[in-house]
């Protein structure tokens, strides 16, 4: 039965030492996330409050049939502010705690919805970019990546040397998931013994199908999230409420206080 503080039969902090006694006894962890942990980071999800999607229609612009009937629309409204606002987020808490706990031998592999490469800038080494990354663009004529800093915008669509558009190397939806990400990230999320799932609404298929490839394979589901999910009481054995920066900065802490890691 997942346990939660809502339920009044834990405070919050016990709940965290409990996740942490968990995941200090663990073989191998995973974590699963989404849009939410980058909210600190000044990076707005996609959906619920102050969601991208309050604003502007997903199938509108989000979609690689929008993009490529008109390039120029997408840009204007989704990428260029995309740019500009991930070139100018920095790793929260709770990425710098997720790199701690890789680094306290504890969290393996990061299977990832988000874009943003804050994963990697925080020191993560085994990021699994289910989604692709907004980092790079490819040339939609002659295949030539280029980098998305160097990229000028004075010209929208943004071009190639050769003239074609270029377009970002996520995954747009009605796009496949790279083969290579999905087969991965289902072998991780099999051989998982606990599966953090941070700050993802568990809505967006094939990623939120990971935490039931680990339940199923018997690992312990620890979601972080300041709203329930449908994965809440189905799935998750423990739902710890609260915005991720500060939730995972007490779990870390607590983790290091049972490995007795010198502050
Ligand atoms: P989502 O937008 O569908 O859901 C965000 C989730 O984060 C919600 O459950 C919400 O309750 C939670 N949340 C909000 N603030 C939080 C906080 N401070 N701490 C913890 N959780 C918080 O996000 P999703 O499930 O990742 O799916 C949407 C898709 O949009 C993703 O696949 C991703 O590719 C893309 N996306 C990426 C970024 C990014 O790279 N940062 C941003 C927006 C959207
Ligand atoms: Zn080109």
């Known amino acids: 039965m997942i346990e939660s503080v809502e339920q009044g039969n834990k405070t919050m902090n016990d709940l965290i030492i409990k996740a942490a006694k968990d995941l200090a006894g663990a073989k191998s962890v995973a974590a699963l996330t989404g849009a939410g942990i980058s909210v600190e980071s000044g990076i707005p999800p996609f959906r619920g409050k102050g969601g991208i999607w309050e604003t502007i229609d997903p199938m509108e612009y989000a979609h690689i049939n929008a993009f490529m009937e008109n390039p120029e629309k997408v840009w204007n409204v989704l990428l260029r502010g995309l740019k500009e606002i991930i070139e100018q987020a920095k790793p929260n808490d709770a990425h710098k705690g997720l790199a701690k706990l890789e680094k306290l031998g504890i969290l393996k592999t990061i299977i990832t919805q988000n874009i943003d490469g804050l994963h990697q800038r925080a020191g993560n080494t085994d990021v699994i970019e289910f989604h692709g ?131």
Not at 172 to 184: D, K, N, T, V, W
Not at 211 to 238: C, F, H, Q
């Open 133 to 263: 990354n907004f980092a790079w663009h490819r040339c939609l004529d002659c295949n030539k990546r280029c980098e998305t800093l160097k990229i000028d915008l004075k010209e929208i669509p943004p071009r190639c040397e050769c003239g074609g558009i270029l377009r970002p190397e996520f995954v747009f939806f009605g796009e496949a998931i790279p083969s290579y990400s999905l087969m991965r990230s289902q072998e991780v999320a099999s051989e998982c013994d606990i599966m953090l799932v941070v700050g993802t609404s568990a809505i967006v298929q094939p990623a939120a199908f990971m935490p039931m490839i680990a339940k199923e394979s018997g690992a312990k589901i620890i979601e972080v999230n300041p709203e329930k999910t449908p994965l809440t009481g189905r799935i998750s054995d423990y739902l710890l409420m609260g915005k991720a920066g500060q939730i995972i900065n007490k779990l870390t802490t607590e983790v290091e206080k049972l490995l007795e890691v010198p502050s």
